[in-house]
């Protein structure tokens, strides 16, 4: 379970990301985020998949050591709203699934 706490961690900071924001986003408590990053606590799946889906990866991704997405968004806006976070979400969504379909078509 560290792996996945440390990637999850550095994926958000490496993302722009505040702990404010994501937790917001997934409809936490920002303390609550905050233990988990610290393993204090546990997320459900639902949160961890949700995050994924913003972070470009899936949840067995963040199991790997040192994963790094290849779909990657920095965020330079300074006051990011849940609703922009939904959105870009829906994005990596999208090329996410494309990138699994091409996996099954054993297309590179």
Same mark, same amino acid.
């Given at each position: 379970m560290s792996s996945i706490r *440390? *990637?999850?961690?550095r994926i958000r900071e490496s993302m722009n990301i505040t702990? %404010? !924001?994501l937790a917001e !986003? &997934? @409809?936490i408590d920002q303390s609550m985020l905050s233990k988990f990053e610290k393993g204090e606590r546990e997320l459900s799946t639902h949160h961890l998949d949700k %995050? +994924?889906? &913003?972070? @470009? +990866?899936f949840i067995q991704d963040l199991e790997i050591e040192n994963f790094s997405p290849s779909l990657k968004?920095?965020?330079r806006a300074k006051e990011l709203e849940s609703i922009d976070l $939904?959105? =870009?979400s829906k994005i990596q969504q999208i090329a996410l699934?494309? =990138? $699994?379909m091409k996996g099954l078509l054993h297309e590179d």
């Open positions: *440390n *990637n999850f961690r702990q %404010a !924001y !986003y &997934l @409809g %995050a +994924c889906l &913003l972070f @470009g +990866c968004i920095l965020f $939904e959105s =870009i699934n494309i =990138i $699994e």
